[in-house]
């Protein structure tokens, strides 16, 4: 459950990171994720948020190779998604990133898969470049690279926010988006949701 935190203020410094909101992971896509579609609105308040505030938002994106590992053609879990290039792998319609939002593509290592932002990519720099002082996380998928991309926030010594209005998660067994919320919190992340923000 989130934790409530009234009057929650987005101050100079924060971010915001918007992960793998791809067509593959909606409804009609090679790996959808239930309950994607109904948290586009919630993400795109989030994102008004920040637009208003000025402040910077990042989007992250699989990016994959034909052929790439996680592949189940290739032994790996996940049938075929988000190959670079393809529609399944551009951002769906309906999400308003800002114009000339900064996107991280990440798995696009043919032999290796990639969870977290920070996996094979540059997010670090980037963040460190912009002076980011906290990172607020929405996206897909809580059980995958939603978890492991906020570990690595925290690991890189930022505070994490997860919005878990704004999360949806794979579930391939029925308890992994809340285990995948305990585990973050667990670590240090702070969990709210759109009431706990002072438009």
Not at 45 to 50: A, I, V
Not at 82 to 94: E, H, L, R, S, W
Not at 150 to 176: C, K, Q, S, T, Y
Request: negative net charge; contains cysteine; glycine residues 8%.
């Amino acid at each position: 459950m989130p934790i409530p935190l009234p009057q929650l203020e987005f101050v100079p410094h924060d971010a915001l990171l918007v992960v793998d909101m791809q067509n593959d992971f909606f409804e009609d896509g090679a790996l959808p994720v239930k309950g994607a579609r109904a948290i586009v609105p919630k993400v795109n308040r989030y994102l008004s948020f920040f637009a208003q505030a000025q402040l910077q938002v990042f989007a992250t994106r699989c990016w994959h190779p034909p052929g790439h590992c996680s592949f189940v053609e290739q032994g790996g879990a996940w049938p075929a998604h988000c190959v670079a290039g393809t529609p399944g792998a551009a951002f769906y319609p309906d999400l308003k990133l800002p114009l000339g939002c900064p996107v991280i593509s990440k798995g696009h290592l043919v032999d290796r898969d990639a969870y977290s932002a920070f996996q094979g990519t540059d997010l670090d720099c980037q963040l460190r470049e912009r002076h980011v002082a906290r990172v607020f996380v929405a996206g897909l998928a809580t059980d995958y690279c939603v978890k492991h991309t906020v570990l690595d926030v925290l690991r890189h010594g930022l505070p994490a926010f997860v919005l878990v209005d704004a999360i949806a998660a794979v579930n391939l067994a029925a308890e992994d988006g809340k285990h995948a919320i305990d585990a973050m919190r667990q670590a240090g992340a702070v969990l709210i949701n759109i009431e706990s923000v002072a438009a």
